[in-house]
């Protein structure tokens, strides 16, 4: 809790500054703005963070997406010692990312931005999403699509589009060693094993191991992590006929 505190003190004051004018929701109250200082607690902060639930239901899927981009706590996923954890708790309070994974096209929009996410921030900008803390927003990313309420409600199709993402992603770390740890390599391995499990690829769902990992989140060695990605990137250049 201690961690949390310090977190929310730190993060919070300096992430919500640049929030662009046109989102159809832009936390009226939030950091920087008039009467935060009066919030005493961290659940009056969060309460106060929530989307009318009038607005949240006329939103589209992609305005959604984007409030859930800007919400003002998002990173604190990382006051906790366990990035998956810490998104669980992240979503148990707030009700955008609640909705947001109950929507049928999550994936596609997630996808969407994911495959526009370099190492760096965007690549094509998008004057509505702030990308103030970059790799921890990457990060962000990933941990929801990770969410197995994303994965379970999309199509074939749509997984596989993930898949492919998730090994172009896992290249652009593998390029950049010093930026990036093993901690985020097995983020990669995690959104292609639950990929894989989702599409029924019998080279992984024959493997107990594997399969273990999809489910659980168990996984033996870093060394079988990396299997798995070679293991996706396989597929998908058998999927697509081409070699990156």
Known sequence: MKKLIIFLLILIPIFSFAQ?????WDFPTKPGKAGWENLKT??????????PSDVLSNMGTEELL??????????LYGAYSNDYVGIRKIISQFNGLQE??????ALKYLTKVYK???TNGLKQKDARLNEQFWPLKFRYIELLLIQDEVISSSTDEEVQNLLAASIEKAGLKADKPTWFS??????SSFLVAKSMRKLKINEFTN???YMDFATKGKLKSYEQALDIIKLG??????STGQKN
């Open 182 to 187: 093993k901690s985020d390599d097995l983020v």
């Open 207 to 209: 493997n107990e191991e």
């Open 233 to 238: 990137k396989k597929h998908v250049e058998t």
């Open 42 to 51: 961290e659940t009056e902060r969060l309460n106060a963070m929530q989307v």
């Open 66 to 75: 984007i409030t859930c981009m800007n919400y003002p706590a998002a990173l």
């Open 100 to 105: 947001l994974l109950k929507r049928k096209d």
């Open 20 to 24: 662009d004018a046109n989102l159809t």
């Open 116 to 118: 526009n996410s370099g």
